[in-house]
C-alpha cells in the first residue's frame, strides 16, 4: 500500500482533514500526516479526533521552512484576520473600532516558498481579502486557493442556510462536527469554529491531489492517476 507523507500547517481541528481517511481508503493508499498548531488546547483536542496523526505544537510557519522538504502533500491555513474585508470594515475612529494593522505577509512568503521549493503538490487557504491579492489565486466560495494543481470550479461544499454562517456556537460546532465544550484556551470558541474549512472541500481538494474523481450522487471514485 502506498504511503502519502501530508503535513497539515495550522491544523486548529482539522476541518480540511476531517474526511481524509475516506478518501484514502477509497484509494487503497495509507496517509501519514503531520498536524501543527501553536494554541496547545487545540493540538490536545486534535490529537483526541485524529489519533493516528503526529501532532507538534509549535509555530507553524517555521516548522514549514525547516521540514517541507519531507512531505509529499501541504496544506496551509495562515491566520486570515489581518487580510479580512471584515478587519478593513472595522478599522477606523471610535470606541468599537481597531486601529489599522499591517497585513500578515507570512501568507505569501509561503506560497513563494512552496511554489519555488517545494518538490510535491500543495494548497494554501485563506479569506478573500480586503485589497487585489498579491499572488494571483482560485477563488472558490468564501475563500482563496493557491495552489500548483488544478482545482474543479465546485469544491463541494455544503449551503449554510440564509447563506451565512452563525455566531451561534452550538449551530457551528453541528455544522463542522467538533466539539469544543472541553477547549479551555484563550481563543474565542466562535471565532475557532467559524474558521473552520468545510470538510467537503478538504475532501474534494485531496482527491483532486489524488487523482480521484468523485462521480456525483453515486458512491463510487475513478483513479486514473496517484500523483506524486
Known sequence: M???KVLNLYACLGGNRYKWDEV??????????????????L?????????????IVADAHEYLLDYYKEFDFIWSSPPCPSHSRMRKTN????????????????????????????????????VIPFYEPLISAKKRGRHLYWANFNLPTDLGERKVKGGLLTNDINSLCDFHQIDLSNYKGKQRKDKIARNLVDYEAGRTILET????????????????????
Open 24 to 41: 484514502a481508503e477509497q484509494a487503497n493508499l495509507k496517509l501519514e500526516v503531520t498536524a501543527v498548531e501553536l494554541d496547545e488546547e
Open 43 to 55: 493540538a490536545k483536542l486534535y490529537q483526541e479526533r485524529f489519533t493516528n496523526d503526529t501532532v
Open 91 to 126: 478599522t477606523g475612529e471610535g470606541e468599537r473600532k481597531s486601529k489599522a494593522t499591517y497585513p500578515d505577509m507570512k501568507l505569501y512568503q509561503e506560497i513563494l516558498l512552496l511554489d519555488h521549493f517545494f518538490k510535491g503538490k500543495y494548497c494554501v487557504e485563506n
Open 2 to 4: 502506498k504511503t502519502i
Open 209 to 228: 491531489y489524488l487523482g480521484i474523481e468523485r462521480k456525483k450522487n453515486v458512491n463510487q471514485v475513478n483513479i486514473f492517476d496517484l500523483g506524486a
